[in-house]
């Protein structure tokens, strides 16, 4: 659970607040250490016993938040209500518990007052920000839920375990000198020997190395070279205690081209999933842009149908103007066939017209509809691209990094002897069974 909590006074607006009826329902589920019975009351209750200690935010408000569409039980919400208490040092202190259910997810809200009664005194919260992340993280690996990256220890910050996403957002940000700087002494705090010294540093991105000049250097994914001693703040003769086997280290060099690699391969990772990625968008966009087509069509059809229908209707309602017989010969003679004859004409000019531009409209819209779906993928596209452009600079620069290594260089001799063989071996023909046994 993601939990969210801070210390506050205003015991009448934050009784308001979680009663608000905008959340679609709300239950109080438990009232502990009050007298009274109701939520305004008991807040009340703790600001009166405030005003005997110089304590302005008396309570101490937190929000348990599940990951989006898990189920979590009444149970489970009290267990972690009981986790973050003992973390805070809040264990029997009053404390009201109260539910909320909006937009079909449910989530609990805690609040604690501060004052302990018998001493007339706060309770202090230290770090308690930092006491709430540790809980959140225990309770997403109780549940078995993904841990969310801003839950992740630093030990989670190897470049190889990377996602694309925050592959591009560590080359964006980049690295501060002081989390370089942080993150190797946490590594040298949290390992005793040479080995675990390695496996830390490797877990946050860096390996330790053999210096050129019989030191010990750290070297980090884009294969910058750091001294150990410098870097971290670490006296030599405390390295020196530690690192027992120096001379088992990689060099520089080898350490290097391990790192390349291993960069080469994730980076060649990110490539295929890329390309897989656009080619997919592609195969989506075209069968959208068809379905799209496919109703446009549809919608068109429709229209002139109903125009015809309609056309008809009213031809024939212009040629029901013209009488027949005996009317229809002195309409002739005073003029009045005429007359209707050309209003007839305008009218159906007019409904062309209009037919036309109910049409055009028509197709306005479509164009519209198919140019924002171009759009859209258009900007997908040119994403895409820039991460390929991307991806495609790490890759030189890793294989840049990486140095082929030196192949002994032949002799004269070795030379003389391999041009013999093949002179011999030309002379002799293609080799036969025979001639191999």
């Known amino acids: 659970m993601i939990l969210h909590g801070n210390q506050r006074g205003g015991a009448r607006d934050l009784a308001v607040h979680l009663m608000k009826p905008e959340n679609e329902h709300i239950e109080v589920h438990s009232l502990r250490g009050f007298a009274c019975e109701d939520l305004m009351g008991a807040f009340l209750e703790s600001e009166a016993l405030s005003e005997g200690t110089r304590c302005r935010q008396h309570l101490f408000s937190m929000s348990f938040n599940p990951p989006p569409g898990r189920e979590v039980s009444t149970e489970d919400f009290e267990r972690a209500v009981a986790q973050a208490e003992e973390a805070l040092g809040l264990s029997g202190q009053p404390r009201a518990l109260i539910f909320h259910e909006k937009e079909a997810r449910r989530h609990l809200h805690a609040v604690w007052s501060r004052i302990d009664g018998e001493n007339m005194k706060a309770i202090q919260l230290s770090h308690s920000k930092m006491k709430m992340r540790e809980v959140s993280r225990e309770l997403f690996i109780e549940h078995g839920w993904t841990l969310p990256r801003g839950l992740a220890n630093s030990q989670e910050r190897d470049p190889r375990n990377f996602t694309l996403e925050e592959w591009q957002q560590a080359k964006r940000k980049g690295r501060d000198p002081r989390e370089i700087k942080t993150a190797i002494q946490d590594a040298w705090a949290t390992s005793d020997t040479q080995a675990t010294l390695a496996h830390a540093l490797e877990a946050r991105g860096f390996r330790l190395a053999r210096g050129d000049r019989k030191g010990v250097v750290v070297i980090d994914q884009d ?215």
């Open 223 to 437: 294969g910058e070279v750091r001294s150990l001693a410098r870097s971290a703040g670490i006296k030599a003769r405390d390295i020196r205690a530690r690192l027992k086997e120096t001379e088992a280290l990689s060099s520089v060099e080898q350490t290097r081209n391990r790192i390349a690699e291993e960069m080469l391969g994730k980076v060649g990772e990110f490539r295929r999933a890329e390309i897989g990625k656009a080619r997919l968008r592609k195969a989506t966009f075209d069968r959208q842009r068809m379905s799209l087509v496919e109703r446009q069509s549809t919608a068109r059809e429709s229209l002139r149908s109903d125009q015809e229908i309609r056309s008809v209707a009213e031809a024939k309602a212009r040629q029901e103007r013209y009488r027949e017989g005996l009317r229809g010969l002195w309409d002739k003679m005073r003029g009045e066939h005429a007359r209707i004859k050309a209003q007839n004409e305008r009218e159906t000019y007019e409904a062309y017209k209009r037919d036309q531009a109910e049409r055009d409209r028509l197709v306005q819209r479509h164009l519209d509809q198919r140019r924002e779906l171009s759009v859209r993928y258009e900007q997908m596209r040119e994403t895409s691209r820039e991460t390929r452009s991307s991806l495609r600079e790490d890759w030189r620069k890793y294989q840049e990094m990486r140095k082929p290594q030196p192949q002994p260089e032949p002799n004269a001799e070795t030379t003389i002897q391999v041009r013999l063989d093949w002179l011999r071996r030309d002379e002799r023909g293609p080799p036969t069974p025979d001639r191999e046994r």
